[in-house]
């Protein structure tokens, strides 16, 4: 060993301790942190399907090369990382000894020729990372950037790391070729090759660019362990375990969509028959009554900014962000965390949990910090400002969207649960809504005895449950399709059908009440617990002695299919759910219904959050829709993606990346004060599309968009109408979609 070699080995070793006692300092610290949430004892079990559901998410890169360039350059980088973190290892035998390297393996030229081409291609996808982030900066980009109000030094800084350690790996390779110390062939090593060829023969040359490429990457280490909260550079540890840990690892994507996570205290699902405020957590009130798991959320999050670009709240100038929401969670939980690792917190009934001796010595910022209030106004010092935890409609865009997993939408319902049940806080105008559903089981408050009245004038009598037994479908009527007007027709539209195809279909009518949706949607777990409970007792008789397969319901609300299907499963209601729109393209493509005559003028399809992101249903409404527009292309739904190109004229932001109408959440009772109405931007996207029909499956996004149409005055030119009804026309052109074949007489 030269004297150059012992300078670097010593250099090395030195700051590689530094390093890594703070590397290990800050794991132990984010780990203490993450424990403090609460527990969740439901992500332990499937060992097999996370693990599964993990791997192929990593290294497929499943979510993300949905953006494909960005995926592409993404997947090559991490694999870089993963793969070239062996040359970061050879590094330390080469600041040793010229001819140092790997034991074993660091002599075998594939291992050359792999590390070589990884290297290569991971040059490639940083530049394309840095050109994509630079392109993008807050400030130049035309549109909100997805990077507004990420930290974008730290996203630099780790850019920069991994463009400066793969360099510095060509320049060590470079150097052993110029001093014939290179193992590995021209075809093997083509760009070390070249490099060396450029280099001067300097023995000591090796060791240098080692200790170099050793002095970025410990730099990195320390720069990360004293910023515990750089996600950008944390998530290539931490999005393992966020992703192992999601909520269903068998969900194809967004596992936080569909169902909500029930209200949970101390791991345990609440019962309101039993639940206490005084002993039971109800909802989130500090953040330190996130679960582990929502506290991991935090930590993981990359800033990546994908949730903002797609966010309908962000998109028309609200204040909610949910990557802003995440990284303020994240930033208050590492801020508090000292108070809170010293023995402070609240307990249930307010009363502080330390002792005097214990905050004595507390550092100020981190007692500041617990004293703000998790959801308040600036003036308040609050963390999440009420506007931006009511802006959200649930329409799980960014769920979908986020890389790593992260279950915004649960936390935002928690965050609400303690609003409304506790604080009794939420936005004044949705007080109707929840008191309609408590004193009348709808959200409109129409008498019950009026559930049926759709029915009147239809040509055909509609059987209830008990009146009839060898029913094979039990026809969900929702409350918007009993009393809203337009919904009505969708409900008579589809009774039409189920009828012109024979199919043996029975509702509850005066016996259904509201699904619990918006109740629970707003964070009202009460009421929905109280509506749920009703409508799984009424179904479970109603379908007494069948088999799952056999208790099936068909239903024109995704948000009542939604609830149905994957919810009431928590309560003890096991069915098969399916929505109309499914229902419809089977018997279609089974013959039961023939659609005679086109539908012209152009239709598009605004996929409803709820039966489309939610539940991944994507084809069945397009298939129906191909069916009687006319292209041949109708048959049964897959809901694979097969049937999306059904001749329908397509809005740019269709199937997983549809825009919300702004309804979802229980918004649809809240007043829209903020911003661009989002129902106003959806309607102008499906306008540009030229169609004269706008085709919807959901009765909240037909009053959505048959506003905006209104509100641009071109309700003469351009119609919203239920898929339903518009295979009624093509099915019974004679009959008007939904309207009654004899005038109904009066109740
Ligand atoms: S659910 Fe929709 S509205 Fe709510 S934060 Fe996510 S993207 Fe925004
Ligand atoms: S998509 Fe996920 S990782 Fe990216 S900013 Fe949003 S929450 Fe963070």
């Known amino acids: 060993m030269g004297s150059v070699q012992i300078v670097t080995t010593i250099l090395a070793a030195a700051i590689t301790a530094v390093a890594v006692w703070l590397a290990v300092r800050a794991v132990m610290k984010m780990t203490a942190v993450i424990r403090l949430g609460q527990p969740a004892p439901e992500r332990f079990g499937d060992k097999g399907a996370r693990t599964k559901k993990m791997l192929v998410e990593t290294a497929g890169h499943t979510r993300m090369l949905k953006w494909s360039v960005v995926g592409a350059a993404h997947w090559f980088v991490m694999v870089g990382f993963i793969v070239l973190s062996l040359l970061v290892l050879e590094a330390y035998f080469e600041v040793v000894s010229t001819g140092g390297g790997l034991p074993i393996i660091g002599h075998w030229t594939v291992f050359g020729l792999v590390t070589e081409w990884i290297g290569i291609l991971g040059l490639v996808g940083i530049l394309v990372l840095m050109a994509i982030r630079l392109r993008n900066r807050p400030g130049r980009a035309e549109n909100r950037s997805r990077f507004t109000g990420s930290t974008m030094w730290q996203g630099y800084f780790v850019e920069w790391v991994v463009l400066l350690v793969l360099i510095f790996g060509f320049v060590i390779r470079g150097f052993k070729v110029a001093t014939d110390h290179f193992e590995y062939p021209v075809w093997a090593a083509p760009l070390s090759h070249a490099v060396g060829s450029v280099l001067p023969n300097w023995e000591a040359g090796v060791s240098v660019a080692a200790l170099i490429k050793i002095a970025i990457s410990m730099t990195w280490l320390i720069v990360i362990s004293l910023n515990v909260t750089m996600g950008v550079a944390w998530h290539r540890f931490l999005a393992f375990p966020n992703i192992y840990f999601k909520r269903d690892p068998e969900k194809p994507a967004g596992s936080g969509l569909g169902p909500l996570r029930p209200m949970t205290s101390e791991g345990k699902p609440l019962d309101f028959e039993e639940a206490d405020p005084e002993k039971d957590q109800f909802g989130v009130a500090q953040v330190e009554q996130f679960t582990w798991k929502g506290l991991l959320d935090f930590s993981t999050c990359t800033e990546c900014g994908r949730c903002q670009s797609q966010c309908p709240a962000w998109n028309t100038g609200k204040p909610l962000s949910p990557k802003l929401l995440v990284l303020s969670l994240r930033d208050h939980a590492y801020a508090k965390a000292p108070y809170l690792l010293a023995g402070g917190g609240k307990d249930l009934t307010g009363e502080e949990k330390a002792t005097e001796a214990q905050l004595a010595h507390m550092d100020v910022l981190a007692l500041a910090e617990a004293d703000r209030p998790l959801i308040g106004t600036a003036e308040e010092g609050g963390v999440i400002d009420p506007d931006v935890l009511w802006s959200c409609t649930t329409c799980g865009a960014c769920v979908e ?77 929702g409350c918007a399709g009993a009393f809203e007007d337009r919904a009505k027709k969708t409900t008579r539209a589809v009774a039409t059908l189920l009828n012109e195809a024979g199919v043996k279909f029975a509702i509850l009518g005066e016996g259904e009440t509201c699904s619990g949706d918006p109740a629970r949607r707003i964070g009202n777990e009460f009421v929905f617990q109280m509506l749920a409970q009703q409508n799984v007792e009424t179904l479970n008789e109603a379908f007494e002695g069948r088999e799952k397969s056999k208790r099936k319901i068909v239903a024109t609300c995704p948000h009542c299919f939604n609830t149905l299907g994957n919810e009431y499963g928590q309560l003890g209601g096991e069915f098969e759910v399916v929505h109309h729109t499914q229902l419809l393209a089977h018997l279609v493509s089974a013959g039961k219904l023939t659609p005679v005559q086109p539908v012209d003028g152009g239709v598009t399809y605004h996929d409803p959050c709820y039966l489309g992101r939610h539940n991944r249903i994507f084809a069945a409404p397009r298939e129906v829709l191909g069916s009687a527009i ?93 898929v339903a009804s518009v295979l009624l026309r093509s099915v019974k052109p004679e009959a008007p979609a939904g309207e009654p074949e004899v005038a109904p007489t009066a109740s």
């Open 401 to 477: 969207q986020c890389p790593v997993d992260i279950e915004h939408v649960d936390h935002i319902v928690d965050m609400r649960r303690y609003q409304v049940l506790i604080e009794s806080s939420f936005p004044s105008e949705a007080g109707v809504m929840l008191r309609n559903l408590e004193n009348k089981g709808n959200p409109w408050g129409a008498p019950q005895n009026t559930r049926e009245d759709w029915t009147k004038g239809l040509g055909f009598e509609v059987p209830r449950v008990g009146e009839v037994d060898d029913f094979e479908y039990l026809f969900w009527v």
């Open 630 to 722: 006319g292209d041949g292309r109708g048959g049964a739904a897959s809901d694979s993606g097969a049937g999306r190109d059904s001749g329908l004229v397509e809005m740019p932001r269709n199937s997983e990346r549809s825009f919300c109408c702004g309804a979802g959440g229980a918004r649809m009772w809240m007043e829209e004060k903020i911003g661009k109405r989002i129902n106003v931007d959806r309607v102008e996207e499906a306008m540009s599309t030229g169609a004269k029909t706008i085709a919807v499956g959901c009765p909240f996004c037909s009053t959505m968009l048959n506003d905006g149409v209104n509100g641009k005055g071109a309700g003469e030119d351009v119609e919203v109408v239920d």
